[in-house]
């Protein structure tokens, strides 16, 4: 196991995955990952410290989070060790919040395979985190993150996943928007299966992004 001394040593992305192509997905929005404490909302940052609360309390020694955007998890989980995978050029260089801490961020295309390694060898999480990142991706492309998601979970670690339910009502960059049974057929495809009690409890301490009635809310365990 990699111990919290070297998480971050030698991090790095080793099948050439990019960032190149991400501006042009047609789930991609620019503002979704920016996060700027001059004309943003700091509540949406304040809203982060009940999850923050709920995965400490599942006391991982690593959180990986997929389409972290701007991060606001990580602050609040801290000193616990965090790697966050993001698309978006821009979310480290907007974010003030995240001046010094970018060792902990990789900037990559979550629709193409990755693989993330260190001195250490591959990086496997306790807790994998994704938030209202999955109804942005085709078809195909959820099942190619699923592989890249699960690849990064040892046997018996957690995934804390959303997914919307609604397509929005303007610039509609919900790409795949499902039936939660649909979701979890998907999940069990990759090898996940949801832990009931700790999804309902996830959804109780959900932040600004998501909420009851327009997101379905999981906690998978990889068997």
Same mark, same amino acid.
Request: glycine share 8%.
């Given at each position: 196991?990699?111990? @919290? ?5 030698? =991090?790095?992305? &080793? ?25 943003? *909302? ?12 709920? &995965?400490?309390? !599942?006391?991982?020694? #690593?959180? !990986? ?5 701007? @991060?606001?998890?990580l602050r609040h989980i801290e000193p =616990? ?6 698309? *978006? ?28 390694? *260190?001195?250490?060898? %591959?990086?496997? @999480? ?17 099942? &190619? %993150?699923?592989? /890249? ?7 018996? /670690? !957690?995934?804390l996943a959303t997914a919307s339910n ?8 919900? #790409?795949? &928007? ?5 979701? #979890?057929?998907?999940? @069990?495809?990759?090898? !996940? ?15 600004? *992004? ?9 906690? #998978?365990?990889?068997?």
């Open positions: 196991m990699v111990t @919290a001394t070297d998480v971050y040593t030698g =991090l790095r992305e &080793v099948t050439g995955n990019t960032n190149r192509d991400v501006p042009f997905y047609p789930g991609y929005l620019w503002p979704d990952a920016i996060f700027d404490l001059q004309t943003s *909302n700091l509540g949406e940052f304040d809203s982060y410290e009940a999850m923050g609360r709920f &995965v400490k309390g !599942l006391k991982p020694g #690593l959180v !990986l989070e997929w389409g972290c955007g701007p @991060a606001h998890l =616990l060790d965090y790697i966050g995978v993001e698309g *978006n050029p821009d979310f480290i260089r907007f974010n003030q919040l995240l001046k010094g801490k970018e060792r902990h961020f990789l900037s990559l295309d979550l629709s193409k395979p990755i693989r993330i390694e *260190n001195e250490a060898g %591959l990086i496997q @999480a306790d807790v994998s985190v994704c938030f209202e990142v999955f109804e942005h991706f085709l078809v195909p492309d959820v099942r &190619v %993150l699923l592989d /890249s998601i699960t690849l990064h979970m040892r046997p018996g /670690s !957690l995934l609604k397509h929005r009502a303007t610039k509609d960059v919900h #790409l795949t &928007v499902m039936p939660r049974e649909w979701w #979890l057929e998907t999940f @069990a495809k990759h090898g !996940l299966t949801e832990e009931s009690s700790l999804s309902q409890e996830l959804m109780n301490a959900h932040p600004w *992004n998501f909420r009851p009635g327009s997101t379905w809310a999981f906690v #998978l365990r990889k068997t």
